[in-house]
């Protein structure tokens, strides 16, 4: 977890809400973010070795904004 909100950090992407889940991964959801930092943020976490198991961005109505459900973590 603390990978995840360092990275978050580090892209100024504001996480929403991180659940635990079974074998050591972790439910992340980011509510309104730039594009691009959401798009570094995924890119250093898989970077660094940590397994994407499922990701799913929405659009929102502001230009270059979106929202941000992803698990990753735990086995590949």
Do not use: C, W
């Not at 074998?23 to 898989?46: E, H, K, T, W």
């Amino acid at each position: 977890q603390q990978q995840i909100t360092s990275a978050a950090r580090q892209y100024t992407v504001a996480i929403s809400r991180i659940e635990p889940q079974s074998g050591g991964r972790y439910a992340v959801q980011v509510s309104n973010s730039d594009y691009n930092n959401i798009v570094r943020f995924i890119d250093a976490l898989v970077a660094s070795g940590m397994p994407l198991h499922t990701v799913s961005m929405s659009r929102l109505d502001v230009p270059g904004k979106v929202s941000l459900r992803v698990v990753l973590g735990g086995e590949a």
